[in-house]
Structures are given as structure tokens and as C-alpha cells.
């Protein structure tokens, strides 16, 4: 693998140099796969995002897309091969068996790494949750692969290769990854980072049904039980349509609650950059950005955050984004729709005071209409 700054030409000696030329069993492999995420007969909504994504670079490379589902027996796999199809997806490949009725990392790997041997795609797209990004490790170790983990930014180059943007060098840096020389190519991105396709009402078409080569005795892990964490109270940031945040600019732990005022009148999900939760302002659970939650609301609004590249990545995707910080040359007035140069810890309480007026518990909802 080798990795470039997408922003200036390559050197001579770099990727330009190094001409793509799959070993023959390699150049088989077609066609673009998306891992559909099933945890407790639900899809995980980062499955249907990357649908949307890989739909575009099918029709790029003029392939089909194909959904993995892999499940327990039962109608919950099957309304997810259904939703595949909803989503996009050409045809869907499913492994059914007791074995996949909980996540246990030697079944799941195994049931990929078949299909993948056995049905021969070009690109892999899995999710970057807990459960994806311990699975494509796997796989991609098994297969000998490359993975290009927490993607910004999927492409196909003009040669047919998967460009993979992501963030490096500390969130200061995006590098584009290929890998040359080895399939599938894998990719994991992160929910929410790119746009939700449209849900369409279509009929379930081509399935192929494989079968698990394993046994119950081959598996170490055992699963006992489950128990449902119903105590803790999680921040919701990656699906909220509003977000107010608040960053080093408030200058201490206790300016935050203009912040947590401002996210109560609006009916709004509250968060902060990395430095609040470096200094243990915040927990890590509220931050945004590329080591955070990355978020796609309908209106964002960060205070005193400077809006570095890793705050940035995080946020891009927002519908609109009001930027409120002391220093007009701040990074992050680059990209906000609405940047307003003033004392944040003054206006805030000022804004929140107005739409506490204007707004009742009832019509809050407005604000995400």
C-alpha cells in the first residue's frame, strides 16, 4: 500500500510510478460489497450509508453491489436482506446459522473470508463500529489484504483502484490509501459520515444462500447471556439533528453550562472538541471530530472551537453550521455557513434566552422540520 496528500501530485518515484498489476488468480475479482451490520434483528444505520457509497463506485466500475448479511435463521435476517435491497443493493449473499446469533469474532470471520474466496469481490466496505472494526481486521488479516481504516472519503481512480481518504498525522493531515496487488480492497468508515441514500420501495431480488463450514465445537468463545445495559445514558450526537458544542475558546470547565442551557432550550444533543475531553471537561462519549463522534445534523453550532482538520471532518456534513469564537481568523469560519466573531460565553446565554421565548416544548421539532 502506499498513501499520497490528496491536494498535490504525487512524486515520480510514488504511486504515479507504481502501475496497478494484479497477479492473475486476483483478477477475477469484481463487484463492490457492503457488510450489513445485524445486532439484535436490527441493521445498524452505517450499513444503509455505505450502501449509498458503494452504489456510487458499482456504477463507476460497472459492477453490481452486493449486501453480506450474515445472521441467526429467522425473519430478522431476512427483513435485512429486504432493507439491502431498499437501499440499493443489486443482489445480497446470506449466511444463515445459530452460530451468527451473537457476535463472536472466529464465526463471523470465517463466513466472510469464505464468501470472499468463494464469490470474489473487488472492494469491501464494512462499518468502523465496534463490531465492524473488529471483524475487517480480522478478515483482512486472514486474506492477506489491506484495510484503510475510518475513511472520509471513498473514490475510484481512473484505473479502476479504490482511493481511500482518511485522516492522519494526528487529524492534521488526509492522506488517500490504495492498495495495490491485493483483493478485496477494504475500507471501514464511520456512521454518519456519509449521507443517507434514499429508502425505495422494491422487491427482494437475487439471493445466494451459503453455507457456514463450522461447528459449535470449533469455536472457543462462548456467549452465556445476554444482559441490555438499561442504566447508562449515552450521548446520541451521530443521529441528533441539532448539536451545540462548545471547545477551548470558553476558557474553563465551568463556562460549558452555557453550552448545556443553550442544547436544553433548542431539544438538542450537546458535545465539545477533543481538548475539553483531554482536560476531562467532558466525557469522551461528548466529543466530535475524526477520534470522536462524527455527526450530520441539521444545524450545528460550535462555540469557541477553533476547527482544526479533526474537528472538521467530524462536522462537514451538517446541514448548516453557525460558527461563534473571539478570533475572526479562526480555521473554522473557513467552512461554516454562519460565523459570528464574538465572545461566546456573552451571546450564547443571549440566544438561549431568545429561544426560550420563542419556542414551547411543543413545536421545539420545528427547529429539525
Known amino acids: 500500500m502506499s498513501s ?23 483478477q477475477a475479482y ?13 441493521v445498524h ?18 459492477v453490481q453491489l ?15 436482506v429486504a432493507q439491502a435491497f431498499a437501499y440499493g443493493a ?45 471483524l475487517a481486521g480480522s478478515v483482512a488479516t486472514t486474506l492477506l489484504t489491506g484495510l484503510t481504516a475510518d475513511c472520509t472519503q471513498l473514490d475510484v481512480d481512473p484505473d479502476g483502484s479504490l482511493a481511500a481518504t482518511r485522516p492522519t498525522f494526528g487529524g492534521s493531515l488526509l492522506c488517500t490509501i490504495y492498495t495495490l496487488n491485493c483483493r478485496p480492497q477494504m475500507a471501514t468508515v464511520r456512521p454518519r459520515v456519509m449521507a443517507m441514500p434514499p429508502r425505495m420501495d422494491k422487491p427482494v431480488g437475487k439471493v445466494v444462500q451459503h453455507k457456514l463450514s463450522m461447528l459449535e465445537d470449533e469455536i472457543v468463545t462462548k456467549v452465556l447471556g445476554f444482559l441490555p445495559d438499561t442504566q447508562s445514558v449515552k450521548a446520541n450526537l451521530a443521529y441528533a439533528d441539532v448539536v451545540v458544542a462548545g471547545g477551548l475558546g470558553l476558557g474553563g470547565a465551568e463556562n460549558l453550562q452555557v453550552v448545556t442551557k443553550l442544547a436544553r432550550a433548542l431539544g438538542a444533543e450537546y458535545g465539545c472538541s477533543r481538548p475539553l475531553v483531554q482536560k476531562g471537561w467532558m466525557p469522551a462519549e461528548r466529543q466530535i471530530g475524526q477520534t470522536g ?16 482538520i479533526q474537528h472538521r471532518v ?17 480555521p473554522i469560519f473557513d467552512f461554516a455557513h454562519i460565523g459570528i ?12 434566552e431568545a429561544f426560550t421565548r420563542r419556542l414551547s416544548p411543543h413545536n421545539r421539532d420545528k427547529l429539525a422540520s
Open 4 to 26: 499520497v496528500n490528496r491536494e498535490t501530485p504525487p512524486a515520480a518515484g510514488g504511486r504515479a510510478g507504481m502501475k496497478k498489476d494484479l497477479p492473475e488468480h486476483f
Open 30 to 42: 469484481r463487484h463492490v460489497w457492503v457488510f450489513i451490520e445485524l445486532e439484535r434483528g436490527e
Open 45 to 62: 444505520p452505517v450499513s444503509f450509508e455505505l450502501l449509498g457509497e458503494g452504489r456510487k463506485l458499482a456504477d463507476k466500475l460497472g
Open 66 to 80: 452486493a449486501g453480506i448479511v450474515l445472521g441467526p435463521p429467522g425473519e430478522a435476517s431476512w427483513h435485512a
Open 90 to 134: 443489486d443482489l445480497v449473499y446470506i449466511v444463515e446459522t445459530p452460530l451468527l446469533a451473537d457476535y463472536r469474532n472466529e464465526p463471523f470471520t470465517r463466513a466472510m473470508t469464505d464468501l470472499v474466496n468463494q464469490y470474489k469481490p473487488e472492494i469491501l466496505l464494512l462499518g468502523a463500529t465496534m463490531r465492524g472494526r473488529d
Open 293 to 308: 463522534k462524527t455527526i450530520r445534523p441539521k444545524l450545528y453550532i460550535a462555540a469557541g472551537i477553533s476547527g482544526a
Open 314 to 330: 467530524g462536522i462537514e456534513g451538517a446541514d448548516l453550521i453557525v460558527a461563534i469564537n473571539t478570533d475572526a481568523n479562526a
Open 341 to 352: 466573531a464574538t465572545d461566546a460565553i456573552r451571546f450564547l446565554p443571549a440566544l438561549t
